[in-house]
């Protein structure tokens, strides 16, 4: 068993795997209408530079926000709740647990860490980190996709708290995102909690220019997930030839991300034998991007069985972290 200073990385995603589940995904997508395709796949290393090149412009308010509401509440948090188990679902470069742990570091040297990143190099790389600058801390860390994979996150050791940062619940639909949130609410034991960070609903001019910045990031960063299926697929996309479009359906309470064919093409991906045809302004739906007011999320976390215990805002409003415990009598799910 891995001590303090040792990191424990379980590893249920493997390349073989990453690749036939980016091949059935791609089939199902782009073999629909609309096409579509799931946003896991922007993070490549190219996809993940730019987005963290996104998270640092003016319009991109989500993180700036969170992580000054992280700042605030963090010490807070784990005053109140002392845990003895902290899990992470896609943590990226482990850098917003750092608040946490600097806060349990002033009371209690007896924590685990446990986060769950689809990136097996870049889990590896964050959990080294993390070790190198907490040697008190336990890390038991597990490569595999949190919508997959959460079971396979070892129960906990203690109170928990579990950490589902940077509005990615918002990605989900809200089937997807209740099936989720009951997965993590099975997974805190009794006395834990949840932090999920939502982006809240505003006005669409702020909310559309947080996916389509001045300077092209986010084009760029939408455009990257086909330079992603031509490497892994033999495919032939020309990412240059759509056009990024980033469109706020308020019915919905949702942004909507899309790349857009300037001009009819023929893709042919190679590995799957696949041809797609693609009419000029005809469109790939790669990422929703769901937004909350405190009504709707309390009644999202309801339907999963989980009671909002505290909602933090700024002081504009425009993003939120909702605190959540499991409901007393919640059936588990199977």
């Given at each position: 068993m891995a001590g303090p200073g040792e990191p424990r990385v379980d590893v249920h995603m493997d390349d073989a795997t990453f690749l036939s589940m980016l091949e059935q995904d791609v089939r199902r997508g782009?073999?629909?209408?609309?096409?579509?395709?799931?946003p896991k796949y922007f993070y490549d290393h190219v996809g993940s530079t730019l987005f963290e090149r996104i998270t640092e412009l003016p319009e991109y308010y989500l993180t700036r926000v969170e992580d000054a509401l992280l700042?605030?509440?963090?010490?807070?948090?784990?005053?109140a709740l002392r845990p003895a188990d902290v899990l992470e679902l896609g943590p990226g470069s482990g850098r917003k647990v750092r608040v946490f742990l600097?806060?349990?570091?002033?009371?209690?040297?007896?924590?685990?860490?446990?986060?769950?990143?689809?990136?097996?190099?870049?889990?590896?790389?964050?959990?080294?980190?993390?070790?190198?600058?907490?040697?008190?801390?336990?890390?038991?860390?597990v490569v595999g996709d949190f919508d997959l994979h959460l079971g396979c996150a070892p129960p906990p050791a203690g109170r928990r708290l579990a950490l589902f940062l940077g509005s990615t619940i918002g990605n989900f639909d809200r089937p997807a995102a209740v099936s989720l949130l009951g997965r993590i609410a099975d997974a805190l034991?009794?006395?834990?909690?949840?932090?999920?960070g939502v982006d809240l609903v505003k006005d669409r001019q702020v909310l559309e220019a947080a996916y389509d910045d001045r300077a092209g990031v986010t084009a760029a960063f939408n455009r990257n997930v086909l330079h992603v299926l031509n490497r892994a697929l033999d495919g032939d996309f020309l990412p240059e030839a759509y056009r990024h479009r980033a469109v706020y359906d308020a019915a919905a309470s949702r942004i909507e991300m899309h790349l857009i064919a300037t001009a009819p093409q023929r893709v042919h991906?190679?590995?799957?034998?696949?041809?797609?045809?693609?009419?000029?302004?005809?469109?790939?739906?790669t990422e929703s991007a769901y937004k909350f007011t405190r009504a709707s999320a309390a009644a999202m976390l309801a339907e999963?069985?989980?009671?909002?215990?505290?909602?933090?805002?700024?002081?504009?409003?425009?993003?939120?972290l909702a605190l959540a415990r499991p409901e007393e009598g919640r059936a588990r799910r199977g």
């Open positions: 782009l073999g629909s209408r609309p096409r579509w395709l799931p700042q605030r509440l963090a010490p807070d948090i784990v005053r600097d806060a349990a570091a002033t009371i209690s040297r007896r924590l685990r860490y446990v986060p769950l990143d689809v990136g097996r190099d870049g889990l590896r790389h964050a959990v080294a980190g993390l070790s190198r600058d907490y040697p008190w801390l336990r890390v038991h860390a034991g009794a006395d834990g909690r949840l932090l999920v991906l190679k590995r799957l034998g696949m041809l797609v045809d693609f009419a000029a302004g005809e469109g790939i739906w999963a069985g989980l009671g909002l215990e505290a909602w933090y805002t700024d002081e504009a409003e425009q993003f939120a």
